[in-house]
T-cell receptor, first 112, second 114 residues
Framework: GEDVEQSLFLSVREGDSSVINCTYTDSSSTYLYWYKQEPGAGLQLLTYIFSNMDMKQDQRLTVLLNKKDKHLSLRIADTQTGDSAIYFCAESIIAGRRALTFGSGTRLQVQP | DSGVTQTPKHLITATGQRVTLRCSPRSGDLSVYWYQQSLDQGLQFLIQYYNGEERAKGNILERFSAQQFPDLHSELNLSSLELGDSALYFC?????????????FGPGTRLTVL
């Protein structure tokens, strides 16, 4: 079955690194995504990783994928107050369902 | 701005009523997805249309239905509304049919059922 889990809340100080974690259960997942939702706004795709990769870096964002443990993480370097938002991980499966399965979201609070 | 528009932004109605939510995808995108975001259920996929045809169904109730028109805009119809239908409804669009095509989300319609 498909289930994506995230911790609910993370608080960091401005300038520190943030690490948001996600676990998934469907071993056939081929793409894993990180979305950001700011208050009152829709979801914005931040980055994604294909399941044959271990790591992807995009400016301040680093995604790490551990397929053995089905663990995905998003590291935000030099976290800013503008990074305060809810972060969702999501998985998609090429065969079968053609939709995204989202985690519950992690609320990141950045303190000045 | 993702290029996906949704109307209305807010909707307040009573139990038992019927409402229609509208979505216009990004120019050139053929797929439209509908998602429901509620406090207790989180963000859940409802249904997908591709070029006018239903492609996938998620956790969509029988009281809900959707369609995609020839101009590619989509409508989500919610009927016999219950208090538990209060949620944020998102539409997303993508160029291709598969979910691994990047999906662009609209700002959502907040539905409140009183």
């Amino acid at each position: 079955g498909e289930d994506v889990e995230q911790s609910l809340f993370l608080s960091v100080r401005e300038g520190d690194s943030s690490v948001i974690n996600c676990t998934y259960t469907d071993s056939s997942s081929t793409y894993l995504y990180w979305y950001k939702q700011e208050p009152g706004a829709g979801l914005q795709l931040l980055t994604y990783i294909f399941s044959n990769m271990d790591m992807k870096q995009d400016q301040r964002l680093t995604v790490l994928l551990n397929k053995k443990d089905k663990h995905l993480s998003l590291r935000i370097a030099d976290t800013q107050t503008g990074d305060s938002a809810i972060y969702f991980c999501a998985e998609s499966i090429i065969a079968g369902r053609r939709a995204l399965t989202f985690g519950s979201g992690t609320r990141l609070q950045v303190q000045p | 701005d993702s290029g996906v528009t949704q109307t209305p932004k807010h909707l307040i109605t009573a139990t038992g009523q019927r409402v229609t939510l509208r979505c216009s995808p990004r120019s050139g995108d053929l797929s439209v997805y509908w998602y429901q975001q509620s406090l207790d259920q989180g963000l859940q996929f409802l249904i997908q249309y591709y070029n006018g045809e239903e492609r996938a169904k998620g956790n969509i109730l029988e009281r809900f239905s959707a369609q995609q028109f020839p101009d590619l805009h989509s409508e989500l119809n919610l009927s016999s509304l219950e208090l538990g239908d209060s949620a944020l409804y998102f539409c997303a669009s993508s160029a291709g049919e598969s979910s691994y095509n990047e999906q662009f989300f609209g700002p959502g319609t907040r539905l409140t059922v009183l």
